[in-house]
């Protein structure tokens, strides 16, 4: 069975070879991006994080599932990568597109929690994990990808994915699945009853 997706978003072509004639390499896979779509599609009017936004590849897929009344907010070290998606998608009034260090956003972030975050980078997932789960609404979702060895991991990442997928497979508040699937990936959903988990009882 043929597993890519039927349906592309319609500026999907144009910020491939962007990133291409770029030489950016890290784009989001296209079947992890038929399911950001399906997961942005699931949450009507939700609040949806993105950290990592590249060349904007996983932006799109996002904003093709989204509806009219949700948001999507994506944030970007390289303001020069991320050039290339709000070149292509800036006109979408449901995105705000953020340059800045992902880690030094979330601390610094004081708004609404998310009903889906997509950690496509290191903070949120290697580093300021605690603070990005944190801002996982109840019941909101929790996404990363890249889980499967990589071109150019340094030595020693694969002992930091595992410490990873440990850590977040044994929190009371989220519930996890890992998929063997696409680039290797693990969704978690958060408990509807939010408490903190140095709460004893």
Do not use: N
């Amino acid at each position: 069975m043929d597993d890519r997706p039927s349906r592309i978003p319609a500026s999907l072509p144009a910020l491939r070879a962007a990133a291409r004639e770029a030489g950016f390499v890290m784009s989001c896979e296209e079947r992890t991006g038929g399911l950001l779509a399906l997961l942005a599609a699931a949450r009507p009017g939700g609040r949806i994080l993105e950290l990592g936004t590249g060349a904007g590849e996983g932006t799109a897929w996002l904003l093709s599932g989204m509806d009219a009344a949700a948001r999507l907010v994506t944030v970007e070290l390289d303001g020069t990568v991320q050039k290339t998606a709000r070149e292509h998608l800036g006109t979408d009034p449901r995105v705000t597109f953020v340059a800045a260090d992902g880690g030094e956003w979330l601390q610094g972030y004081d708004g609404e929690p998310f009903d889906l975050v997509f950690a496509d980078t290191w903070p949120g997932k290697f580093t300021h994990l605690d603070r990005a789960l944190e801002l996982v609404a109840p019941c909101g979702m929790y996404l990363i990808d890249d889980l499967f060895p990589q071109p150019g991991w340094p030595d020693g990442h694969g002992a930091s994915v595992e410490r990873l997928l440990a850590d977040l497979e044994g929190r009371e508040d989220f519930r996890c699945v890992r998929m063997g699937w696409a680039s290797g990936l693990l969704m978690a959903v958060r408990s509807s009853h939010v408490r903190d988990r140095s709460t004893p009882g």
